[in-house]
């Protein structure tokens, strides 16, 4: 049987409990795994990602954290203003709160990886933000347009949580751009009927 820690904590942050599961070596690379949209740090182990990764937990530790995505991206009748100040508070919960608590737990030195199993809008935005406080990326089926979950509408801290709009917008003498070509980026896309772009509803 595969070992789960649990841990939570109250968020100063986003001023509500959230949970973190761990699996693995205290020694593997670090992995913060973002579940998908709407889903919890349990997300990752139902969907039977923990079992196929069984043989491989001896040299990673992941991570899986909750959302706040029925508050953010999925709150379509919301208050898009308020929406965008809450996605960037998961942000800051995420930087300020989750990544030193990984520090503590893993012993291996080496900087995490931000991954999504469908929860790829996340992690692109945590490690396309903070490039130097990751080594890479792996997105899997993600939207990178914030505006797809705001009908259109964005206001500058949405943006910062957009990357497809960050990203076009960096100047090409940004420090970022060589930490970016020194990490592993993986942004990968399906071909199945969930691909379509009308019918996405992955963060």
Not at 12 to 26: E, T, V
């Amino acid at each position: 049987m595969i070992h789960c820690k649990e841990v939570n904590w109250h968020s100063r942050h986003l001023d509500r409990n959230m949970n973190i599961r761990i699996y693995g070596s205290a020694d593997g690379t670090p992995i913060l795994v973002f579940p998908t949209q709407d889903a919890m740090s349990d997300n990752f182990e139902n969907f039977g990602m923990i079992d196929a990764l069984a043989n491989d937990l001896g040299r990673v530790q992941l991570f899986c954290v909750d959302t706040v995505d029925t508050e953010t991206w999925s709150n379509t009748w919301g208050d898009k203003a308020w929406r965008a100040w809450r996605q960037e508070a998961y942000y800051t919960y995420i930087i300020s709160e989750v990544l030193p608590f990984i520090s503590m737990e893993n012993s291996s030195g080496r900087t995490p990886l931000a991954a999504g199993s469908l929860g790829a809008m996340h992690a692109a935005i945590v490690f396309f933000r903070r490039p130097d406080l990751f080594g890479g990326v792996l997105a899997l089926s993600g939207v990178y347009d914030a505006k797809f979950f705001t009908d259109g509408w964005m206001d500058g801290m949405l943006y910062e949580n957009s990357p497809l709009d960050f990203l076009s917008n960096m100047p090409a003498d940004h420090p970022y751009i060589e930490l970016y070509n020194q990490r592993r980026i993986v942004l990968c896309v399906g071909q199945g009927a969930w691909e379509d772009e009308g019918r996405r509803t992955t963060a």
